[in-house]
């Protein structure tokens, strides 16, 4: 089965800066949509950013405003989140997951139902 492992979190003051980065092994499957979600404290778990597995296209939260970027090196076998701007209410933890293919290009969505491999996730901390 695929892992996924996330790492890159940590504790920053708004308006600063984190880079996210999710690496993925073990996996029979090589094509994968990916996302990033996450979840803030008490809060239900919301979508962040969506990537298709060549990279050609990508869906954002609107609320984000721009401030995120994925992208990903499939060379590495690795999707990245770049958060910009902070504020505090992006703390949360961070969630990358995959969704199989199977070969069939299929838009990158929104919907947590329609991945299947989870990360553990890594937190990131915005102060004032």
């Known amino acids: 089965q695929v892992q996924l492992v996330e790492s890159g979190g940590g504790l920053v003051q708004a308006e600063g800066s984190l880079r996210l980065s999710c690496a993925s092994s073990g996996g029979t499957v090589t094509r994968h949509n990916m996302a990033w979600f996450r979840q803030a404290p008490g809060k239900e778990r919301e979508f962040v950013a969506a990537?298709?597995?060549?990279?050609?296209?990508?869906v954002y939260a609107d609320s984000l405003k721009g401030r995120f970027t994925i992208s990903k090196d499939n060379a590495k076998n690795t999707v990245y989140l770049q958060m910009n701007s902070l504020k505090p209410e992006d703390t949360a933890v961070y969630y990358c997951a995959a969704r199989p293919t199977y070969g069939v290009s299929i838009p990158p969505t929104t919907r947590g139902s329609d991945y299947y491999y989870w990360g553990q996730g890594t937190q990131g901390t915005v102060t004032r």
């Open positions: 990537i298709t597995w060549t990279g050609g296209s990508t």
